[in-house]
């Protein structure tokens, strides 16, 4: 294509000029194409004729292998579990978001670990505590065989009967059993009601002694100011037994058998400072009563009467 030079030196492209340009790359581009068909063509023939050569070449031996072959890939293909193609991943399905799907899929088999054997060491709740517990199988053993002995029975006790030989009524049981208060403790009795009135002063005498050292204070008891139906139902008094002196002899701390008191009343009476502070007391009422009592008024007139 050939441009047309202006006066001023400068190259314009006409119209006319860029569409010879366009008709003469058509032609150029369709000449290729009809070569490269012809050149296709060409190869395609050459193909067909040797494909038909090769056709001709193979014997029987060769079409069975190859059947024996495909049958091989297409049986491995059956075993092969799906979505293990190249480019797939294995994935396990635990449930279904869709009903239908999850009714479909059995459910998971339950974890059954069957019997275990008992441990050795029981731990507490606390971690920090360690072990409360630890077995021995030896011991449990030897355990469960003696538990398996069958000892005799133990023989049911003959019937309570009284000194003529009969039974005792119902009646008389329970006032037998009620006659102390138990094992527990240790068979404490119960008087009987024509000891009640000397006890009851006995049980005076520990209530008041609180009198004795006015600065102590003591509890109020129970049945203290209700007479004898204060008493405790199951109690009693001892007495201080002397033991032998560290040395095995006669000790003068010991009280002879002539000095003892029979009862706690006595011994209280005949105590030195209990008796002084009893004497004290009294003085102290006397005056008090001998200020209102008889010869008094005389001395309380003589008071009123004017000193001028």
């Not at 006397?286 to 009592?293: C, D, E, I, L, S």
């Given at each position: 294509?050939?441009?047309?030079?202006?006066?001023?030196?400068?190259?314009?492209?006409?119209?006319?000029?860029?569409?010879?340009?366009?008709?003469?790359?058509?032609?150029?581009?369709?000449?290729?194409?009809?070569?490269?068909?012809?050149?296709?063509?060409?190869?395609?023939?050459?193909?067909?004729?040797?494909?038909?050569?090769?056709?001709?070449?193979?014997?029987?031996?060769?079409?069975?292998?190859?059947?024996?072959?495909?049958?091989?890939?297409?049986?491995?293909?059956?075993?092969?579990?799906?979505?293990?193609?190249?480019?797939?991943?294995?994935?396990?399905?635990?449930?279904?978001?869709?009903?239908?799907?999850?009714?479909?899929?059995?459910?998971?088999?339950?974890?059954?670990?069957?019997?275990?054997?008992?441990?050795?060491?029981?731990?507490s709740e606390d971690r920090g505590a360690g072990p409360s517990k630890i077995r021995d199988p030896d011991i449990e053993a030897v355990q469960k065989a003696a538990s398996t002995i069958t000892a005799p029975a133990v023989p049911v006790p003959p019937p309570q009967?009284?000194?003529?030989?009969?039974?005792?009524?119902?009646?008389?049981?329970?006032?037998?059993?009620?006659?102390?208060?138990?094992?527990?403790?240790?068979?404490?009795?119960?008087?009987?009601?024509?000891?009640?009135?000397?006890?009851?002063?006995?049980?005076?005498?520990?209530?008041?002694?609180?009198?004795?050292?006015?600065?102590?204070?003591?509890?109020?008891?129970?049945?203290?100011?209700?007479?004898?139906?204060?008493?405790?139902?199951?109690?009693?008094?001892?007495?201080?037994?002397?033991?032998?002196?560290?040395?095995?002899?006669?000790?003068?701390?010991?009280?002879?058998?002539?000095?003892?008191?029979?009862?706690?009343?006595?011994?209280?009476?005949?105590?030195?400072?209990?008796?002084?502070?009893?004497?004290?007391?009294?003085?102290?009422?006397?005056?008090?009563?001998?200020?209102?009592?008889?010869?008094?008024?005389?001395?309380?007139?003589?008071?009123?009467?004017?000193?001028?």
């Amino acid at each position: 294509m050939a441009l047309a030079a202006l006066d001023k030196g400068k190259g314009k492209a006409r119209p006319e000029d860029l569409e010879d340009e366009e008709i003469d790359q058509n032609e150029v581009e369709g000449s290729e194409s009809s070569s490269s068909s012809d050149s296709d063509s060409d190869s395609d023939s050459s193909d067909s004729d040797s494909d038909s050569d090769s056709e001709d070449d193979i014997s029987p031996d060769v079409l069975d292998s190859l059947l024996a072959k495909a049958r091989q890939n297409a049986r491995a293909k059956a075993l092969q579990p799906a979505g293990t193609a190249e480019g797939e991943e294995e994935f396990i399905r635990l449930g279904g978001d869709d009903e239908d799907e999850a009714k479909e899929e059995p459910p998971l088999p339950p974890l059954d670990t069957g019997s275990l054997p008992q441990p050795y060491i029981e731990l507490s709740e606390d971690r920090g505590a360690g072990p409360s517990k630890i077995r021995d199988p030896d011991i449990e053993a030897v355990q469960k065989a003696a538990s398996t002995i069958t000892a005799p029975a133990v023989p049911v006790p003959p019937p309570q009967t009284t000194k003529d030989g009969k039974r005792l009524t119902k009646k008389e049981l329970k006032n037998l059993k009620n006659q102390t208060a138990g094992k527990a403790w240790f068979d404490l009795p119960a008087p009987p009601e024509s000891e009640l009135p000397r006890l009851y002063r006995e049980v005076e005498a520990l209530r008041l002694h609180k009198q004795l050292d006015p600065k102590q204070f003591y509890r109020k008891e129970p049945g203290e100011g209700k007479g004898i139906k204060g008493l405790p139902k199951h109690f009693a008094i001892g007495t201080i037994i002397p033991s032998n002196s560290p040395f095995g002899g006669p000790n003068a701390d010991n009280l002879p058998r002539t000095a003892r008191k029979r009862t706690l009343v006595d011994e209280l009476v005949d105590d030195a400072e209990a008796r002084s502070y009893a004497k004290k007391k009294f003085k102290e009422l006397q005056t008090v009563r001998g200020a209102r009592g008889r010869g008094t008024l005389a001395a309380k007139q003589a008071l009123r009467k004017p000193k001028w």
